[in-house]
């Protein structure tokens, strides 16, 4: 997942991803970095969301 696909996964701003994904040391490692920007495991991601909504309610 690119940060465009996880913006709209999270329904936040591709900005906002570059500031969680640099600011919050659980945000998973990116896997890979091309033209386009880093991108990440799409599993990787959505453990991430699953462990952070379960930690926000």
């Known amino acids: 997942m690119g940060?465009?696909?996880i913006a709209e996964r999270l329904g936040v701003?591709?900005?906002?991803?570059h500031q969680i994904a640099t600011t919050d040391p659980s945000f998973?490692?990116?896997l890979d970095e091309?033209?386009?920007g880093k991108v990440w495991l799409?599993?990787?991601?959505?453990?991430?969301?699953?462990e952070h909504r379960a930690a926000k309610q």
Do not use: F, G, N
């Open 34 to 36: 091309i033209k386009a």
């Open 13 to 17: 701003s591709r900005v906002r991803v």
């Open 42 to 50: 799409a599993e990787d991601i959505e453990r991430w969301i699953t």
């Open 3 to 5: 940060t465009a696909e």
């Open 28 to 30: 998973p490692e990116p």
